[in-house]
């Protein structure tokens, strides 16, 4: 992942890790808060000449940026329900926004890659790792005897919050698909698994949130079938 946070708030988080303070939490709501309205606002105005949005390279550029600060932040109580909140949010936004612009050969490997990006990062989430932006991967979390005996630790996802995730995954499956076949470039092309071949990203799309949908119990993977 790209960890481009020169602009952001810094959070830095050992894989010995502490929860945000009440001041860095609201710091980092504040923030997050803001980058998810220009986000939302450069995609409503992804036509129009003075978006920042223009076109679905710049959407994941700047989403995959606030993915890369919601990973760093802790999972530790009460931090550790913000980052599943806001991964949420994140993904709704971005699987419902990527289908909005117009899929062809250049963009879609992107869009493949960003979306396993997002598949790497629920499973950091799903196992409480620390995400370590040096490797841009997840780490175990280590608490030690002192500090869980003072009552730190960490929280499992709810399964109110898995199944959300598990829903926003797997309906996801059906608008890719669409997006996909509107994506064919020319009407020799007979289906969108001959395109996906073609480009030589079937293996990549049929293994879609597979590590995600492993972890949460079926279904991985979105299986295209020629029409």
């Known amino acids: 992942m790209d960890m481009n946070m020169q602009t952001s708030p810094q959070i830095i988080v050992p894989k010995q890790s502490r929860a945000l303070s009440s001041a860095q939490e609201r710091k980092l709501v504040d923030y997050l808060d803001v980058q998810f309205l220009q986000l939302m606002r450069g995609y409503k105005k992804r036509s129009e000449p003075t978006t920042h949005l223009p076109t679905l390279h710049d959407y994941l550029d700047a989403s995959r940026q606030i993915l890369s600060l919601i990973l760093q932040i802790p999972p530790i109580d009460p931090s550790t329900s913000l ?21 062809d050969s250049d963009s879609l490997p992107e869009a493949l890659d960003w979306l396993d990006d997002l598949d790497q990062a629920w499973l950091t ?13 997840g780490v175990d979390l280590y608490i030690d005897a002192a500090d869980a005996s003072g009552g730190i630790k960490t929280s499992p996802m709810s399964q109110t919050e898995r199944t959300r995730l598990r829903s926003l995954l797997v309906g996801s499956s059906t608008s890719l698909e669409e997006w996909l076949e509107n994506g064919k470039e020319s009407q020799e092309e007979q289906n969108v698994e001959n395109m996906l071949e073609r480009l030589g990203l079937q293996a990549e799309f049929d293994d879609l949130f597979s590590r995600t949908l492993d972890h949460l119990g079926g279904l991985s993977g979105i299986v295209v079938d020629p029409v």
């Open 83 to 103: 980052r599943t909140a806001y991964l949420l949010r994140l993904t709704n936004d971005a699987l419902s926004s990527i289908v909005g612009y117009p899929p």
């Open 125 to 137: 989430v799903l196992e409480a790792q620390v995400w370590d932006p040096s490797t841009g991967a």
